[in-house]
């Protein structure tokens, strides 16, 4: 029991770092980014290349990250531009619509010129036990990095004046420009944040298991469901979400089955929606 | 939009005469298609009883988000409703054909106005219609692979009582789907030109100015849904006894919803021909792709960000207001169906 339950934390903050990248980029422009997942694998894939190539796991995982930056990055300043040109509704139709194609090519192409890719970072050393638990020191490195990840953010978010200035945007678009804030650049530099998530994530998952390259539509699927149950646009509703869901996941998963379980985890979606639309922190 | 003539008589007829000629040549160019294109090859007319497969379903997707707004991110689960409904009780009883079509169609239509019902009760906008649709053909993908007894899981299952004429391969599976396509259409156009057609356009130009002028938002939008559903379902159930083996596969959300998703907007969300002439294109595309699984995806990709991107209204749409600005300036075009998008 309480090694499910452990379990179940670890694949919840990982979860919550998934949500986290997706919540950012809605919270912001109202955008909801369905490729993410596919920038999660276009990240594992390059790490995996530049193992390939004999360089260090540490240098693979840096540059992994860059790579998902860099993607993201290019979608905002392409893709997105339009999107942010609409309004209300409209604007997030549309933003979804195009993300989901930018998620067929990219899913696409990797799948095309790497079917049998998948990123797999092996941590050496003894199971190290957590109350009583033995844990893999891949599980430890993968849910301490998800916690520093989330220090980081809440003092990004708390203290920093770019922080504020990206708070003040979500809370109002207009008030933010009218005291002399670039909505335009901090949506890149938000973009750019959710593509060194999603590369957190895949190097983080990797170190729990092998993320293969196919593996993009159920990355999205539970980042939105994270973000849903979360709250559209909360950062700690997203972790909290996910950390909820994990548990939810593992302990179902464990004793009624997997399938009841994706759809235990879909209902908690729907039904967040349904009764409390803004979600657990949602505004 | 549509002119506001209300004459009656010759005038009222001609109109209507006109509204119903595309689907007219629609008919008549897919009943002479079989003798002079693919007659006796069942491997082409699998392919176009696909390709009418995908128009059906087209159609009802068309009628619930391009009229009404509702972003139903479950034509392949709906579609397996129906699908699996008439296959389950085929297999676990011995009723007719008939009878499984019916249980089929209807348990499509239920699960189809109860969402549609659950979304305008808790007046979810298009996007979190689209999440709780997407969740609900998520859960009914795993639904199907949890439920081995019954579906088979991913091995599909096999169903009973399948008249060998219908078959998906020859040309009576054929003029059956081409049957069911015409239908569609003749019922969309009648909507389209009764009065919950104006309620359609009304409340998908301007939801608020919809309700303040009198036209009840709720109840069409439901009726959009069911009406939707059915047809959806129908195609469903009909596929599973036509083809004689369905799985999870023949109905998942990345086979269906995204294809009926870019087929539709690549012939102009709200158009009566729209589904169909996108189905076309959409069958050929895929035949010239067939080698590569994943370059099709891609391509699938690029369509979607295109079309979204430079044909809010359609391709079709766009040709045809290319055509009307040079080739004839100054004609007024005929009753003229067609919903924007903007």
Redesign the interface.
């Known amino acids: 029991m309480r090694a499910v339950v452990l379990d179940g934390i670890v694949l919840g903050l990982a979860f919550g770092l998934l949500g986290v990248g997706m919540t950012l980029v809605y919270g912001l422009g109202g955008v909801?980014n369905l490729a993410y997942g596919q920038i999660v694998i276009a990240a594992a894939i390059v790490a995996s290349l530049v193992i390939e190539r004999g360089e260090s796991q540490a240098v693979a995982a840096g540059v992994g990250v860059l790579a998902a930056v860099g993607l993201s990055v290019l979608l905002d300043l392409t893709?997105m531009r339009?999107v942010y040109r609409q309004h209300g509704?409209e604007r997030?139709?549309?933003g979804?619509?195009?993300t989901?194609?930018?998620?067929?090519?990219?899913?696409?192409?990797l799948?095309?010129r790497y079917?049998a890719g998948a990123l797999y970072i092996f941590v050496g050393g003894d199971p190290i036990s957590v109350i009583g638990v033995p844990m893999s020191v891949g599980s430890i490195w993968a849910s301490a990095t998800a916690l520093a990840v989330a220090a980081v953010l809440l003092v990004f978010f708390g203290a920093t004046t770019f922080g504020r200035g990206v708070r003040s945007v979500i809370q109002d678009e207009t008030g933010a420009r009218l005291v002399g804030i670039n909505p335009s650049f901090v949506r890149t530099v938000i973009f750019a944040l959710s593509g060194a998530l999603a590369g957190v994530v895949a190097i983080a998952q990797s170190m729990t298991g092998p993320l293969t390259v196919n593996a993009g539509?159920e990355l999205t699927?539970f980042a939105?469901?994270v973000t849903?149950v979360g709250g559209l646009g909360s950062v700690a509703g997203a972790f909290l979400a996910g950390l909820l869901l994990g548990v939810v996941n593992a302990l179902s998963a464990h004793y009624i089955?997997q399938?009841?379980t994706?759809?235990v985890l879909?209902?908690a979606?729907?039904l967040t929606?349904?009764i409390r639309?803004r979600g657990l922190l949602g505004r | 939009m549509s002119e506001t003539r209300k004459a009656g008589g010759p005038q009222q007829l001609r109109r209507i005469g006109w509204a119903f000629l595309p689907i007219v040549v629609t008919a008549a160019f897919l009943a002479v298609l079989p003798p002079v294109w693919f007659g006796d090859s069942p491997y082409t007319t699998s392919l176009a009883v696909q390709a009418l497969v995908f128009a059906s379903y087209g159609v009802g997707f068309n009628l619930i988000f391009g009229s009404t707004n509702q972003?139903f991110l479950c034509v392949g689960a709906l579609a397996g409703v129906g699908g699996y409904g008439a296959g389950i009780l085929a297999n676990e009883s011995s009723l007719p054909m008939a009878a499984g079509v019916v249980v089929g169609t209807a348990s499509a239509a239920i699960v189809g106005g109860t969402l549609s019902w659950?979304a305008v009760r808790?007046s979810?906008?298009?996007?979190?219609t689209?999440?709780?649709t997407?969740?609900?053909s998520?859960?009914f993908a795993?639904?199907l692979?949890?439920q081995r007894d019954l579906t088979g899981s991913e091995t599909g299952l096999i169903v009973d009582g399948v008249p060998a004429d219908l078959a998906d391969d020859s040309v009576g599976g054929y003029y059956l789907f081409a049957g069911l396509l015409v239908a569609f259409l003749i019922v969309f156009r009648a909507l389209q030109l009764s009065h919950v057609g104006w309620a359609f356009r009304a409340l998908h130009d301007d939801e608020v100015a919809a309700e303040l002028a009198g036209v009840n938002v709720s109840r069409y939008r439901i009726y959009a849904a069911i009406v939707g559903s059915a047809m959806i379902g129908l195609t469903g159930a009909l596929l599973a006894y036509s083809a004689g083996f369905i799985s999870p596969a023949t109905y998942s959300f990345?086979r269906v919803d995204?294809r009926v998703?870019v087929m539709v907007?690549f012939g102009g969300l709200g158009t009566l021909l729209g589904p169909v002439i996108g189905a076309g294109v959409f069958a050929v595309l895929d035949e010239q792709l067939s080698a590569?699984l994943?370059?099709?995806?891609?391509?699938?990709?690029?369509?979607?960000?295109t079309i979204?991107?430079f044909f809010r209204r359609g391709v079709v749409q766009a040709f045809v207001s290319l055509f009307d600005r040079f080739v004839r300036p100054g004609r007024r075009t005929p009753p003229n169906l067609q919903s924007s998008r903007e």
């Open positions: 909801i893709l339009p509704e997030t139709l549309l979804l619509l195009l989901l194609g930018a998620a067929f090519v990219i899913g696409g192409l799948a095309w079917p539509f699927t939105l469901i849903v089955g399938y009841i994706t759809i879909l209902g979606a729907a929606i349904l639309p | 972003l659950i808790r979810l906008g298009i996007i979190f689209g999440i709780v997407l969740v609900f998520l859960g795993n639904l692979l949890g990345d995204v998703l907007a590569s994943e370059l099709r995806e891609v391509l699938y990709g690029v369509f979607v960000i979204f991107l």
